[in-house]
Structure formats: C-alpha cells, structure tokens
C-alpha cells in the first residue's frame, strides 16, 4: 500500500544549528502534505501546509522563518528547522495526501524525533 | 474550524473486556473523522474513517466507530481488547475541503492482564 516516509527518524543537533527532516510519498503522488508537531504526552498541532509549486501555508503562531518548508516534487517536501533551540525539541510527524485515491486518503509518516542540546 | 474533544485521558480495562473510547466534535461544515493509533516512539496508523455513507465503520484490528451526527460524536469501541491494544488513541477531523487534520488531545488506553 501507500507509504510515506521521513528522514531521519531520530537526529540530535547543537543548538543554533540547522536541521532538515525529508517527507516522502513513496507510491503515490502527493501536491499537498502536512506537517505536525506533537510535544510529549500531547497531542498534534499541525504547523503548515505543504503546496507542491508554491508557498507553504502556515497556521498562526508557526515562525515562517524557522521552520522552512520546501515541496520541490510531487513526492518530497522538506521541513528545515532554522537555528534550533532546545524548545525546538520534539517530535515531527508528516502526512500527504493520496488526490488520486478514492477517498482523498491521508497517509502519515513514521515520525521524526528531533533533539536539540 | 473544526474542534474536537476527547473527554477520557486515560482509560484502563481489562484483557478481553469491552472498551469505547469516545469522542465529541464540533464544525460548522461537514466532515471527515478519523480514528489513529499511536505506539510509543512510533508514528500514527489509521484505524478507520469515516466520509459518507453507513454511519457505522469498522476498521482494523477488530475496532468499530459510529458518527453520530444528532450528537457530534465517533466512539471507537471494541468487543474485546488484547495487551497489544494499549496505546495512545487520537480522533481527528477534517473539513471535506481542506484536508488538515484537528486531532484530539488523545486517549490512552491501558489493557491490564
């Protein structure tokens, strides 16, 4: 079936530092993706949303220029984290969309962990 | 915008009891609901949805939700639960527009031996 995967899994960086996390849909070709954070023991926010040819829409209170979001392809978009602090840390999870399923059908990604000390 | 609530935080039951998890929400424009699970450390897997159609869905491993539209609500429910149920929970909705999701706050639920 549909997949859709991120890259890393898991990534530790310094702070101040840059960190990128790739979402890709395997299988399917996807114009639109989302990406979510979830704090521990919450639940997910979503961030933005990822528009494959133009600019990412961002829900309030998201930093545009910290969290770069880029969808080149119809199968990859790439959330940037710029500068990273320690609060930056979390877990980021992506999911796009199937437009050609019956359905719409979302998929989600496995997840990204990401740690900044 | 939608919302959506989930009024139990935790739920602990015992192996092979019935379980129902529940879920509220609230939209001014009709909707999608959505039911995933969430291991520790691991990502979201879908456990069904509903778009139209029987208000009844039944989903993967044995888990069933009705849409009550009168009432707002999609319980998950299953007859009997295993160990490897217990896991984090989200209900999550979206307008038939735009496909972000709003997911609960999560309900965790404990299967006791």
């Known amino acids: 079936g549909a997949v859709v995967s991120q890259h890393p899994s898991r990534v530790i960086c310094k702070s101040g530092t840059s960190v990128k996390i790739e979402c890709r849909s395997l299988?399917?070709?996807?114009?639109?993706m989302f990406w979510y954070r979830q704090f521990p023991k919450q639940s997910l926010m979503l961030m933005a949303t990822?528009?494959?040819?133009?600019?990412?829409?961002?829900e309030q209170g998201v930093e545009k220029d910290k969290f770069l979001i880029n969808h080149a392809s119809l199968t990859l978009s790439t959330l940037t984290v710029t500068s990273a602090h320690p609060e930056d840390s979390s877990f980021y999870i992506c999911?796009?969309?199937?437009?050609?399923?019956?359905?719409?059908?979302?998929?989600f990604g496995e997840g990204s962990w990401l740690t900044v000390v | 915008a939608q919302s959506v609530t989930q009024l139990d935080s935790q739920v602990p039951v015992f192996e092979e009891a019935p379980v129902e998890l529940r879920c509220n929400y609230s939209?001014?424009?009709?909707?999608?609901l959505f039911w995933y699970v969430q291991y520790p450390n691991q990502g979201l897997q879908l456990l069904l949805k509903?778009?139209?159609?029987?208000?009844l869905v039944k989903g993967i491993n044995g888990f069933e939700a009705e849409f009550n539209k009168s009432q707002t609500s999609f319980h998950l429910r299953k007859p009997s639960v295993h160990i490897s149920d217990t896991a984090e929970y989200f209900c999550?909705?979206?307008?038939?527009?735009?496909?972000?999701?709003?997911f609960g706050s999560g309900t965790r639920l404990q299967v006791q031996p």
């Open positions: 999911s796009a969309r199937d437009s050609a399923s019956s359905g719409n059908t979302i998929y």
């Open positions: 299988d399917f070709q996807a114009t639109t």
């Open positions: 990822s528009n494959e040819g133009s600019k990412a829409t961002y």
């Open positions: 939209s001014s424009v009709s909707v999608y």
């Open positions: 509903y778009l139209s159609g029987s208000t």
């Open positions: 999550a909705v979206s307008g038939t527009g735009r496909r972000a999701l709003t």
